[in-house]
């Protein structure tokens, strides 16, 4: 049974670059979930995917959007680089049945920009 | 807007005794309660969690505690072992799908 896959592991960008981060969701699942993760922090909720549509946003400007495709695999996209978006991104999924509390996450991918 | 509180950031027990981190929330309409323990590099894995309609739940040396009215739960860990040194997370669901994370407690077991 596949765990919550990310790709790629790290990745480094210039400023005002654009960059895709992908996910896959534990078998089973139907929903997919973005956070960013700054270096001694908590992980900041991005958006929420379920039925190929965002279903919940969290304070994050719209330079940040994403993807969900029929398999319920996802994507991370976000534009015009700043040195601030440097962080871990963690995708996470669960069920959307029976309530869909329940999140696994994935190993994350580690996003340098200079 | 939406705020979880976590304390201690930092945590340093002796091997076999017992650790307990706390988290408040803001938001009285969450009703799902996850603990999280992350180790160095890895990612963040659940360990347990609680949902309001419940005051207490326990699995093995790993205990939540959830009072509603005050907006606080616990993380209780006994008998704790060198291998329960990470960092724990407490987040909260806030609104129908968004999660709200503490900021971290580092625990240290040392042995």
């Known amino acids: 049974d596949a765990g919550v896959t990310q790709s790629p592991t790290h990745l480094i960008k210039t400023r005002g670059q654009q960059v895709t981060l992908r996910c896959s969701p534990k078998?089973?699942?139907?929903?997919v979930s973005w956070y960013q993760q700054a270096l001694g922090q908590g992980p900041q909720f991005i958006f929420q995917?379920?039925?190929?549509?965002?279903?919940q946003r969290g304070n994050f400007p719209d330079r940040f959007s994403g993807h969900q495709f029929p398999n319920y695999s996802s994507e991370l996209n976000v534009n015009a680089l700043l040195l601030g978006d440097s962080a871990l991104y963690l995708c996470?999924?669960?069920?959307?049945?029976?309530?869909?509390?329940?999140?696994?996450f994935g190993p994350g991918t580690r996003l340098t920009v200079l | 807007g939406e705020n979880v509180e976590q304390h201690p950031s930092t945590l340093s027990v002796q091997e076999g005794d017992s650790a307990v981190i706390k988290c408040t929330y803001s938001d009285s309409a969450s009703n799902y309660f996850p603990w999280y323990k992350q180790e160095l590099g890895k990612r963040p894995q659940l360990i347990i969690d609680i949902r309001s309609n419940v005051g207490e739940k326990k699995d093995q040396r790993i205990a939540v505690t959830l009072n509603k009215t005050a907006k606080h739960f616990s993380l209780h860990i006994t008998e704790t072992q060198p291998e329960d040194s990470a960092v724990y997370f407490c987040?909260?669901?806030?609104?129908?799908?968004?999660?709200?994370f503490g900021t971290g407690t580092r625990l240290k077991v040392l042995a």
């Open positions: 996470a999924s669960s069920r959307a049945s029976g309530g869909g509390d329940t999140q696994y």
């Open positions: 995917y379920y039925e190929e549509e965002e279903r």
């Open positions: 987040a909260a669901r806030s609104g129908t799908y968004k999660y709200i």
């Open positions: 078998s089973g699942h139907d929903t």
